[in-house]
């Protein structure tokens, strides 16, 4: 049982490039979210999607598109990339039920020079 | 909105002994569900506990347990016993709605 999986997990990209991080979950989950983590900032929400063809945005959404065209994958696009977007990205998903946690892929360590 | 705070940046407890890890919250939602992960230092999110809004009472999971207190808009994580094993970063997190927020994390060192 995979779980989350993320793809990469490393990327060192130069500013102005573009890239699209693939986020997999074989759990039939209908949420999925993607988040960057940098030091002292825990985790900000990207964005967010609650079903198939389905997209929203989160705290911090600047710079990124994300698409949701099959349930079980959420893509995550930087289409000019800045050195600001230097971070972990985590994608997770969820059942809809609040009481359900939400599992977490391995991250995505990006560096853009 | 929801906001969590975490005003911990860091913590340091003695192997054996039980430490608390503040978190505080805010929401206008009356539904809603919190949750404490782990993040060791290889990086991957291990979910630990998790308190409903309506749940009557406090939950608890081998050696966490969470002290919820509505009124005060806590939700507290209890570690008892801390193991060598428990250093790393917790993040405490609240899901009302679609979203899942994050407090900023508190960072524990357990030492011998």
């Known amino acids: 049982n995979a779980g989350v999986t993320q793809t990469p997990k490393f990327r060192v990209l130069k500013t102005g490039q573009s890239m699209t991080l693939l986020c997999a979950q074989d759990?039939?989950?209908?949420?999925m979210y993607w988040y960057r983590q940098d030091p002292g900032m825990g985790l900000r929400l990207i964005h967010y999607s609650v079903g198939e063809g389905t997209t929203a945005k989160g705290e911090v959404p600047d710079g990124y598109n994300v698409s949701r065209l099959k349930k079980q994958n959420f893509l995550l696009g930087l289409e000019s990339a800045a050195p600001s977007q230097t971070s972990v990205y985590f994608c997770?998903?969820?059942?809809?039920?609040?009481?359900?946690?939400?599992?977490f892929g391995q991250g995505t360590r990006l560096t853009v020079v | 909105a929801q906001k969590i705070t975490q005003t911990q940046p860091g913590m340091f407890v003695q192997e054996k002994e039980a430490v608390t890890l503040d978190c505080t919250y805010d929401t206008s939602d009356p539904s809603y569900g919190l949750f404490w992960y782990k993040q060791p230092s290889s990086g991957e999110m291990i979910f630990l506990i998790y308190?409903?809004?309506?749940?009557?009472q406090n939950a608890t999971e081998g050696r966490y347990s969470l002290n919820f207190q509505k009124a005060r808009k806590s939700a507290n994580l209890v570690i008892s016993a801390s193991q060598l094993g428990d250093s790393a970063m917790y993040f405490c997190?609240?899901?009302?709605?679609?979203?899942?927020?994050f407090g900023k994390g508190t960072m524990l060192l357990v030492s011998p």
């Open positions: 308190q409903g809004s309506y749940d009557q």
């Open positions: 759990m039939n989950h209908e949420y």
């Open positions: 997770a998903s969820s059942y809809s039920q609040r009481r359900t946690e939400a599992f």
């Open positions: 997190a609240m899901r009302g709605g679609s979203t899942l927020t």
